[in-house]
């Protein structure tokens, strides 16, 4: 069995890093949209956004987690 370079390593965690970026800006977006929509008073668009954000939370806590793991399994290597 091959081990990854150091190279293909970094890229692979600058590629999971940025699927984190691009999840959180999204949740950001959700939050807004929530704290708008609740301003408003309208509640069914604050339970649509607040579920958006909660899928996206739940999405960059995934790739983190295997992110980490990952990290493990190449330190242990």
């Known amino acids: 069995m091959s081990v990854p370079s150091?190279?293909?390593i970094s890229a692979g965690h600058d590629l999971m890093f940025?699927?984190?970026v691009e999840t959180a800006d999204l949740a950001a977006s959700y939050a807004r949209s929530a704290a708008e929509a609740a301003w408003r008073g309208d509640?069914?668009?604050v339970r649509v956004?607040?579920?958006q954000l909660r899928l996206a939370t739940i999405e960059a806590i995934r790739i983190l987690n295997e992110l980490v793991a990952e990290s493990?399994?190449?330190r242990a290597a």
């Open 6 to 8: 150091a190279a293909a």
């Open 18 to 20: 940025g699927a984190i």
């Open 43 to 45: 509640e069914l668009t």
């Open 49 to 51: 956004h607040l579920g």
């Open 72 to 74: 493990a399994d190449a």
